[in-house]
Structures are given as structure tokens and as C-alpha cells.
């Protein structure tokens, strides 16, 4: 295993780039199938948005659920409470300090 010299280092190793944090800021709020997870997040391909999935998934962060029936529906969501005040905190870190800058932030509207 990667030796890391500050907690800060592995955190940011284990959420990954920019489209990891996002998708799991989304999750947050609960789960989500794959078509509202592109609707919310409308800069991410879709095959960008199945890798990090996967990666997330593989990681340890994302469950992956798969409901039986015509056609089949799969849903998305945190594995691990304990990320949601995190992300929590920098969702509200980034607003205040968009408002600061007079960055706009204009979210899709959910379900």
C-alpha cells in the first residue's frame, strides 16, 4: 500500500478528480439512478460518468443497486454515511466562497 505523508493526501487520492467529488456531492442528497446523475451533472459524458461509477464503486464509496423487474433499474448511492457531512461541508464551502468571488452557480433542477 502508498505511503502518505498527510491525511489531507489520502483523502484526496481516495475521492479522485474533480467528477468523482461531484457524482458523490449528488449522491449525498440520496440515491440516484444513472439518467438523473447525467441530468444533474450536464458537463460529464457518459462515459465518464460509467468509469468514475465503477471507480467509486471499486472503491468502496458507491453502492450499486439493481432492482429486479422490466427493465432492469439500477441506483446509485453513498456506501458510507460518514462522507455525507464532509461533502456537506464543502458544498457549503464552495457556495460561500463562489458568493465571495461572484462566481455563479446555477444547479439543474432535481427529479
Known amino acids: 500500500m ?8 489520502f483523502a484526496v487520492d481516495t475521492l479522485g ?5 461531484v457524482i458523490l456531492a449528488q449522491l449525498k442528497e440520496g440515491s440516484s439512478r444513472y439518467g438523473e446523475l447525467r441530468r444533474l451533472i450536464p458537463g460529464i459524458t457518459e462515459k ?5 461509477l465503477r471507480e467509486l464503486e471499486a472503491a468502496g464509496l458507491v453502492e450499486r443497486t439493481v432492482e ?3 427493465p432492469l433499474a439500477v441506483s446509485y448511492s453513498l456506501a458510507d454515511d460518514s462522507l455525507r ?4 461541508a464543502l458544498y457549503d464551502w464552495g457556495g460561500a466562497r463562489a458568493a465571495q468571488v461572484g462566481a455563479e452557480i446555477e444547479p439543474p433542477a432535481r427529479r
Open 2 to 9: 502508498r505511503r502518505y505523508s498527510c491525511p489531507v493526501e
Open 17 to 21: 478528480g474533480k467528477w468523482a467529488v
Open 48 to 52: 465518464m460518468l460509467t468509469q468514475r
Open 68 to 70: 429486479s423487474g422490466l
Open 85 to 88: 457531512p464532509v461533502l456537506q
